[in-house]
């Protein structure tokens, strides 16, 4: 038979690209579909511009009919308690273009969470497994961190362990955190720094250095912060070939179980059938279980879509009685990781706080304007105002539940005539029982720095960090993908995506999931 | 682009065979793409700061010799991994790619046979030990001038300081027809290389005869800073005024005080040669960004300091008639805000167009985070001023365009300088607008407009090789008949012989 590519991967962000950049790189022939449109730097940076609404992080990309972001009026359904609704979008790339980079490595422990803790799931690989990925992950984006640090805040040193340091080191600690490490260290707060994807102090695979725009999120206006369009070109130039405004609706089962054909609608409306060797599906966390679903295929678990799983998140503003210049640099500089692991995690969820280092008129305006302070008044006061904001939000484990469940809409269609999501979440008990612990250490934080609190929220928030939609274990009748992320129902079907992820720890999935992608590649590679 | 050696097109046609490859042109650009890179060199204590006189041995002062020749720009190998001297960078030229040849001592796959005087005769008649003559790729006319003392210095280094790479290049050099034909390099030899040793000058003083020989040898400057002949030769009566490489421009760099660096101070030039830019008046990019990477920032501050204060003795030519100085242009008229930030359209068609070619809203959108709203870049000059600035001010656009296409990847003793390549993200027509708002803003809008074809011919790197390429049919047959004539004539007069014979 006569295939049209070795490996069709659908989806062109982050992790899509990674793996088809190495198949490309390494002369397989491969397609690339995504349902957007590939649209350079400077454009994003003149909608970011020239959009009324700078706090909203889809504004500046389109939100077109046939690729409608999550932010589409009705796009996303919700029927739970908790409206889940992360910042998805749709263009060559991926939401990587205002993920703000944090590039971190899962704990070994998060990754033995029943065995060491008795509650949830194990990986069906282990840290050891995944480490040489990582380090291929962190060179292909570029991280730069500090090797030296404990991120797992347990009074270790240099852990996890890496077999490689950080292809950049950290730019350094900025005032503020170097402040509130002298205020808080003395109460036991131990802090760490964001790894970060963004070149630091020099220009790393044709990006220049981060130079503190702090606009990560949305849109980093100068290309420092690693985005999925770097990869895009790179699996292009290594002869991958890109289709945009493809919209995959159906994956097509042939002879022995395989996966044999996609079928994609265009921007037109016309459907187009593609076949290949092997596919990789990377259509973001909750697309890709969708796809799935509505093709009838790798689900003999009955759990694709469901065990969804986010890090459910609480914060803290407040205003510290001296000035800290919250801004300069990445918007996320540095964490405070005492919670992250350790026994609790039998009763409750670890958690993580990050401190926001934002540039924070724009809420510090708001609020004074609602305060109903204008002129001079108003220009003092943001300038005292904006140079003491503090700005901490906390992420927490959550646990896979079956409940917790993404399907394609039974009756709403999008204006391809596909169905839009349905989502139905509710926050795990475990993560409800950390959440007063974390509450009562933001009041600790707060009077550490004799803050004056300005805004505490105990509801709680979306940190669009989507796991479980497609579950990795090593039993077949309770996942969806092996360790390999390879379907059990489908020997040449590999799922690109943190949706794999089946113990949440607390930290952003992306480089796990690129590492991932990129070991999915070479798992490939030896097969095709 | 047409270079004023094409006039003499005409009168030359029959000397074709004489012709050099024009591979120095087109070397510059071919680095370009690897200064991420910079290969690790074997170092024998090699103290930069340290006086040439200074040293404490032959091979490390041959060490510094080799830095300041800049043997490993071409004499590395394809991979970052390739040990130093192990050769195979392919040097892309029309004619086809140059493949720089291992020079590591390996007696099987280097030059580890080589006597003193095969080396010698290699770096400074540009002939191989087995008597095969070098492309000019190789600057021998150059290094015709070195002294023997350097010469002994630099072959102690590479006999002794450089480990043996036992493995040559997989890919050899392949030129088209007639390049192809080595020999033909030994005409061009008779008329084009001065092989005399440097001579110092003794009316001036020490500091600038070693600037001079330092400029004229080992760095040679004038391998891209002065303009060629038609036979690819440099003009010593155009000395440093500047000329094209490979899509960029190495500026007239003579003291005229408007269109050369008359302007600079001595210091202000050695500290160029150093970290690759002068605030408020120019950044390296392309070739000379390599030329410092790899060899000048490793001189001592003394030598730098000499061949500053050389370069301010040579002849200051104006051949332009150039008015203002490239360091001089700058904007006179700040934007506002509601000009450049105009409420737009927020349907998805409009928000994923990317077609526009308005040169200020993509200047805005693509350029502007760094180099600023009105060019002036960020105090700190860490990014720079497109005001007072060698790239927007100068006689032509080339390293203008050729920086928003390529970018900038600069390593030098004062950090890494970046800017990222804009060649994937606009088109020609896109960099055509930009650079025209750049240049009519802040730079030298005379130069203005440049076209969208100009751009498209910098993509595709076709700059004065190509347009001899593109003589070469014509020349080939231009020559092909110079020699039926002769083989005509040579017949008669061979007949002739005979007729007298038979006839006496």
Redesign the interface.
């Known amino acids: 038979m006569e295939y049209d590519a070795d490996v069709i991967v659908i989806g062109s962000g982050a992790l899509g690209n990674n793996a088809a950049y190495e198949l490309a790189k390494q002369g397989k022939s491969v397609i690339i579909l995504e349902a957007g449109?590939s649209?350079?730097?400077?454009?994003i940076?003149?909608?970011f511009?020239?959009?009324p609404r700078k706090n909203n992080y889809n504004d500046?990309?389109?939100?077109?009919?046939t690729a409608p972001t999550s932010f589409a009026k009705d796009y996303i359904e919700n029927t739970g308690s908790f409206a889940y609704l992360p910042g998805m979008l749709k263009l060559v790339g991926g939401t990587t273009w205002h993920w703000a980079a944090c590039a971190w490595r899962y704990l070994p422990s998060d990754m033995k969470l029943k065995s060491l803790y008795g509650v949830g799931r194990d990986w069906p690989i282990s840290y050891d497994d995944l480490e040489p990925y990582y380090c291929r992950a962190e060179e292909a984006i570029g991280v730069s961190g500090r090797s030296d640090e404990d991120q797992s805040g347990q009074g270790k040193k240099n852990f996890p362990p890496r077999s490689k340091d950080y292809p950049m080191p950290s730019d350094g600690i900025n005032y503020m955190t170097n402040r509130m490490h002298d205020r808080l260290g003395k109460l036991g707060y131990r802090f760490v720094q964001e790894p970060s994807a963004r070149p630091t102090?020099?220009?790393y695979d044709?990006?220049?250095?981060c130079?503190g725009?702090n606009n990560c999120m949305p849109v980093c206006?100068?290309?420092s912060m690693y985005s999925g369009d770097v990869h895009a070109?790179h699996a292009v130039k290594a002869g991958a070939k890109l289709l945009t405004e493809a919209t995959a609706f159906k994956l097509e089962k042939g002879s022995g179980n395989k996966i044999e054909a996609v079928h994609y609608r265009n921007a037109n409306g016309e459907d187009k059938k593609l076949t290949a060797r092997y596919f990789i599906v990377a259509a973001h966390g909750f697309e890709t279980p969708k796809l799935l679903l509505m093709s009838d295929v790798a689900n003999s678990s009955d759990q694709v879509g469901r065990n969804i799983m986010d890090h459910n998140g609480l914060a803290i503003q407040f205003l510290a009685d001296e000035p800290l210049w919250s801004g300069r640099g990445t918007v996320e500089e540095a964490c405070i990781v005492n919670m992250r692991d350790g026994q609790h995690r039998r009763r409750y969820a670890a958690s993580k706080h990050n401190i926001g280092n934002s540039v924070p008129n724009m809420p510090v305006a708001q609020r004074l304007i609602a305060q109903g302070i204008f002129g001079k008044e108003l220009d003092e006061r943001i300038r005292h105002d904006a140079a003491r904001w503090v700005d901490i939000s906390s992420m927490f484990e959550t646990l896979p539940s079956p409940s917790n469940r993404v399907i394609p809409h039974p009756t709403k269609k999008d204006a391809l005539g596909l169905p839009t999501l349905s989502i139905h979440y509710d926050v795990p008990a475990y993560t409800e029982a950390a959440k007063d612990i974390v509450l009562r250490d933001y009041r600790r934080i707060a009077a550490g720095m004799k803050g004056e609190i300005v805004n505490e929220t105990s509801e709680w928030q979306n940190h669009d960090h989507i796991m479980g939609s497609v579950i990795m274990g090593k039993n077949p009748a309770d996942s969806v993908v092996n360790g390999e992320c390879r379907s059990f129902d489908h020997h040449n079907l590999f799922l690109a995506t943190t949706g794999v992820i089946p113990a949440a720890g607390v930290v952003n999935p992306t480089l796990t999931g690129i590492a991932l992608s990129i070991r999915i590649a070479d798992i490939i590679a030896r097969e095709v | 682009m047409i270079r004023p050696f094409f006039y003499r097109l005409a009168s030359v046609a029959g000397m074709a065979f004489c012709l050099s490859l024009p591979a120095m042109a087109s070397a510059g650009n071919s680095h370009t793409g690897d200064a991420?890179n910079p290969p690790v060199i074997v170092q024998k204590n090699v103290v930069a700061a340290t006086p040439t006189n200074g040293f404490s041995s032959e091979l490390e002062r041959g060490a510094y010799l080799a830095k300041a020749g800049d043997c490993i720009a071409c004499h590395r190998g394809n991979s970052v991994t390739a040990p130093p001297y192990a050769g195979g960078y392919a040097i892309a030229s029309p004619m086809g790619s140059i493949v720089s040849p291992n020079i590591s001592p390996s007696k099987t796959a280097g030059i580890g046979n080589y006597s003193e005087q095969e080396f010698s005769r290699a770096i400074r008649k540009g002939i191989r030990k087995d008597g095969a003559y070098l492309y000019p790729a190789m600057p021998y006319t150059a290094y015709a001038g070195l002294n023997d003392k350097d010469i002994h210095a630099l072959y102690v280094y590479f006999m002794q300081g450089v480990a043996p790479v036992d493995e040559k290049p997989q890919a050899v050099t392949k030129l088209s027809f007639p390049f192809n034909i080595r020999l033909l390099m030994s005409g061009w030899n008779l008329l084009f290389l001065h092989d005399k040793p440097f001579k110092n000058n003794p009316k001036v003083s020490d500091e600038i005869n070693r600037g001079h020989y330092l400029v004229d040898t080992l760095a040679h400057c004038s391998t891209c800073h002065s303009p060629r002949n038609f036979f690819m030769a440099e003009s010593s009566r155009r000395y440093l005024t500047g000329a094209a490489v490979g899509g960029w421009y190495a500026p007239n760099i003579t003291p005229d005080e408007t269109e050369g660096i008359g302007s600079w101070s001595e210091e202000e030039i050695a500290r160029y040669l150093k970290t690759g830019h002068v605030n408020g008046k120019a950044q390296a990019a392309g070739s000379m960004a390599e030329a410092i990477e790899y060899s000048l920032r490793f001189l001592s501050d003394a030598d730098l300091r000499a061949m500053a204060a050389y370069l301010k003795t040579v002849a200051p030519q104006n051949l332009t008639g150039a008015k203002q100085s490239r360091f001089s242009f700058e904007t006179r008229t700040p934007v506002h805000m509601v000009d450049i930030?105009?409420?737009?359209s927020?349907t998805?068609?409009a928000?994923?167009?990317?077609g526009s070619v308005d040169g200020q809203?993509?200047y805005?959108?693509?350029c502007a985070?760094?180099h600023g709203r009105n060019g002036e870049g960020?105090a700190d000059h860490?990014?720079p001023s497109l005001n007072h600035n060698s790239a927007t001010g100068g006689l032509v656009a080339d390293n203008l365009i050729m920086t928003i296409l390529n970018?900038i990847?600069r390593k030098t003793n004062d950090?890494?300088?970046?800017?990222?390549?804009y060649s994937?993200?606009?088109n020609d027509s896109q960099i055509a607008a930009i650079a025209n708002y750049v240049l009519t803003r802040f730079g030298n809008k005379a130069i203005a407009p440049i076209s969208a074809q100009q751009v498209a011919d910098f993509r595709a790197n076709k700059s004065d090789p190509a347009l001899l390429m593109k003589m070469m049919p014509w020349l080939l047959s231009g020559a092909g008949f110079v020699f039926v004539v002769i083989i005509i004539l040579g017949y008669f007069r061979i007949k002739g012989l005979f007729h007298r014979r038979r006839s006496n």
């Open positions: 449109k649209i350079p730097r400077w454009k940076t003149e909608n511009r020239t959009s500046p990309y389109p939100n077109a009919a102090n020099q220009p044709g990006r220049p250095a130079s725009n206006p100068i290309g070109r | 991420s930030e105009p409420v737009t927020r998805a068609a928000m994923s167009d990317s809203l993509l805005e959108n693509a985070s760094c960020t860490f990014y970018g990847e950090g890494i300088a970046g800017m990222p390549a994937d993200e606009l």
